[in-house]
T-cell receptor, first 111, second 116 residues
Framework: GDSVTQMEGPVTLSEEACLTI???????????LFWYVQYPGEGLQLLLK?????DKGSNKGFEATYRKETTSFHLEKGSVQVSDSAVYFC??????????FGKGTSLLVTP | KAGVTQTPRYLIKTRGQQVTLSCSPI?????VSWYQQTPGQGLQFLFE???????NKGNFPGRFSGRQFSNSRSEMNVSTLELGDSALYLC???????????????FGPGTRLTVL
């Protein structure tokens, strides 16, 4: 069946450092890929998405490119801020409305 | 536009009781999905409703059920609560159901259920 694997956290970075959170997937067909972010005590917020191969999603300085050849959708940001501290989830949609999530990666950015 | 709202935000129940959680989707959204989030299992899909009909169901026991009303508001019910049902229950809404693979799901803040 479909699955999403993302790097385990926690990831700790200093402010203004570069961020990469790896995400790979297994799926048949042509899934859509998403990154959601969860701040403490809150629900999930959509960060970005890509619906076909080679699409690049971007939002708030974050980017991710849908790579079908490597089945990956890595999240990147050039300069993180303290306010980016949160848990990041990679997710896949392949049929119906059942999003398939990775385990989440906790990010802590220190001043 | 108001986001997805969920009530109550926190709930404490004891084993064997039942509980009903409520979700109001974004205005104009007609699809509502429910997810369970636990530290051990992560985020798992429960079910999805569209036009008052359950369209998809995850791998959960029959104790978990839901319904959707004509105004798209949704409720989920858990009967005979177990300790393992303690979790954050998230509701998500989508505007259309033209293409489930590409539609975006917008999440509410969740209901934190604690079973003692």
């Amino acid at each position: 069946g479909d699955s999403v694997t993302q790097m385990e956290g926690p990831v700790t970075l200093s402010e203004e450092a570069c961020l990469t959170i790896n995400c790979t997937y297994t799926a048949t067909g042509y899934p859509s890929l998403f990154w959601y972010v969860q701040y403490p005590g809150e629900g999930l917020q959509l960060l970005l998405k890509a619906t076909k191969a080679d699409d690049k999603g971007s939002n708030k300085g974050f980017e991710a490119t849908y790579r079908k050849e490597t089945t990956s959708f890595h999240l990147e940001k050039g300069s993180v801020q303290v306010s980016d501290s949160a848990v990041y989830f990679c997710a896949l949609a392949n049929s119906g409305y059942a999003l398939n999530f990775g385990k989440g990666t906790s990010l802590l950015v220190t001043p | 536009k108001a986001g997805v709202t969920q009530t109550p935000r926190y709930l404490i129940k004891t084993r064997g009781q039942q509980v009903t959680l409520s979700c109001s989707p974004i205005s104009g959204h007609r699809s509502v999905s429910w997810y369970q989030q636990t530290p051990g299992q992560g985020l798992q899909f429960l079910f999805e409703y569209f036009s008052e009909t359950q369209r998809n169901k995850g791998n959960f026991p029959g104790r978990f059920s839901g319904r959707q009303f004509s105004n798209s508001r949704s409720e989920m019910n858990v009967s005979t609560l177990e300790l393992g049902d303690s979790a954050l229950y998230l509701c998500a809404s989508s505007q259309k159901r033209t293409n489930p693979v590409t539609d975006t799901q917008y999440f509410g803040p969740g209901t934190r259920l604690t079973v003692l």
